[in-house]
């Protein structure tokens, strides 16, 4: 039975679109994964959300919490938020699972998105004022680009992946592994900042702020960042204390770390680094971040 609804402009404009796509082998499909196969595409590194024992563990709560008054401190909604959390969407509930978190990685306050890519667009498009600057790797995951691209900071600068990573760090600036003296290309984290320092007097005082965004594990190439190093370079490049680090712990919290508390919580960073975006859609087994 032919459809009665005419095909407009836009209708068609897409369907030619797909057709073309299909023609070039690119046209993707929601599948369903067979539960035979070996799972090395997922995010779920370490199979928590197929776990048995997690899984009988939060229907037990469910079904525990069904048999308290809804009155109770750690009760409240566990099914819809029922609104913003400014409005009447807060619970007890919510800010314990904060707390429990903030006790984990040893920081002094968590904040619960719902997710890890959400938490990154929310922290970069919001802190940075617009005489701040946001220095970024390359190779930084998109949600800091699209968390860049809300900011009020006119000034983004970005560095080479390379020069921040184990093991390859590397100085001046890159292109394709050589060395290069064009403005135009990315630099080393450290002589960007230097060049920072050098051109603006409210960095150089302290009156304007560096955020610094890096990722502790990339996924793609699997390079750990050096957190040490960046550290250090920040402490002394700007001593006044308006450095600020953000590293994004969605691949490496599970993995590193006592625990799998992540990097920063490895190396003993907590003190040195401002803010870490924590996902628990990967190795947590879970959503949000």
Same mark, same amino acid.
């Given at each position: 039975?032919?459809?009665?609804?005419?095909?407009?402009?836009?209708?068609?404009?897409?369907?030619?679109?797909?057709?073309?796509?299909?023609?070039?082998?690119?046209?993707?499909?929601?599948?369903?994964?067979?539960?035979?196969?070996?799972?090395?595409?997922?995010?779920?590194?370490?199979?928590?959300?197929?776990?048995?024992?997690?899984?009988?563990?939060?229907?037990?709560?469910?079904?525990?919490?069904? &048999?308290?008054?809804?009155?109770?401190?750690?009760?409240?909604?566990?099914?819809?938020?029922?609104?913003?959390?400014?409005?009447?969407?807060?619970?007890?509930? @919510?800010?314990?699972?904060?707390?429990?978190?903030?006790?984990?990685?040893?920081?002094?306050?968590?904040?619960?998105?719902?997710?890890?890519?959400?938490?990154?667009?929310?922290?970069?498009?919001?802190?940075?004022?617009?005489?701040?600057?946001?220095?970024?790797?390359?190779?930084?995951?998109?949600?800091?680009?699209?968390?860049?691209?809300?900011?009020?900071?006119?000034?983004?600068?970005?560095?080479?992946?390379?020069?921040? @990573?184990?093991?390859?760090?590397?100085?001046?600036?890159?292109?394709?592994?050589?060395?290069?003296?064009?403005?135009?290309?990315?630099?080393?984290?450290?002589?960007?900042?230097?060049?920072?320092?050098?051109?603006?007097?409210?960095?150089?005082?302290?009156?304007?702020?560096?955020?610094?965004?890096?990722?502790?594990?990339?996924?793609?190439?699997?390079?750990?960042?050096?957190?040490?190093?960046?550290?250090?370079?920040? &402490?002394?490049?700007?001593?006044?204390?308006?450095?600020?680090?953000? @590293?994004?712990?969605?691949?490496?919290?599970?993995?590193?770390?006592?625990?799998?508390?992540?990097?920063?919580?490895?190396?003993?960073?907590?003190?040195?680094?401002?803010?870490?975006?924590?996902?628990?859609?990967?190795?947590?087994?879970?959503?949000?971040?």
């Amino acid at each position: 039975m032919k459809s009665s609804v005419k095909v407009g402009s836009l209708e068609a404009t897409l369907q030619g679109r797909l057709a073309q796509r299909e023609s070039q082998g690119r046209l993707r499909h929601l599948d369903i994964p067979r539960p035979d196969l070996v799972d090395f595409s997922s995010n779920d590194y370490l199979s928590l959300s197929q776990d048995l024992v997690l899984r009988n563990a939060l229907i037990a709560h469910l079904h525990d919490s069904d &048999k308290k008054p809804s009155s109770s401190s750690l009760n409240g909604r566990l099914i819809g938020s029922g609104g913003s959390r400014l409005l009447d969407g807060n619970s007890a509930f @919510v800010e314990h699972i904060e707390r429990k978190i903030s006790d984990f990685h040893g920081s002094g306050a968590t904040l619960l998105f719902t997710s890890a890519y959400d938490a990154n667009v929310g922290l970069i498009s919001c802190v940075p004022g617009a005489g701040d600057v946001i220095m970024y790797d390359n190779l930084i995951h998109a949600s800091i680009h699209d968390g860049m691209r809300l900011s009020r900071p006119t000034r983004k600068v970005p560095f080479t992946h390379s020069s921040i @990573v184990r093991n390859t760090r590397r100085s001046g600036v890159e292109e394709d592994g050589k060395t290069s003296t064009a403005a135009t290309e990315s630099q080393s984290l450290e002589l960007a900042l230097k060049q920072l320092i050098d051109s603006d007097q409210q960095v150089r005082c302290g009156g304007s702020n560096v955020f610094i965004c890096v990722e502790a594990l990339y996924s793609m190439d699997g390079d750990i960042a050096d957190l040490e190093y960046i550290s250090d370079v920040v &402490k002394a490049l700007l001593p006044r204390g308006n450095g600020h680090i953000i @590293v994004d712990e969605a691949h490496s919290v599970g993995v590193l770390g006592d625990g799998g508390r992540g990097l920063v919580c490895q190396l003993g960073l907590q003190g040195q680094i401002w803010a870490r975006v924590i996902g628990f859609g990967k190795a947590m087994g879970c959503a949000g971040g």
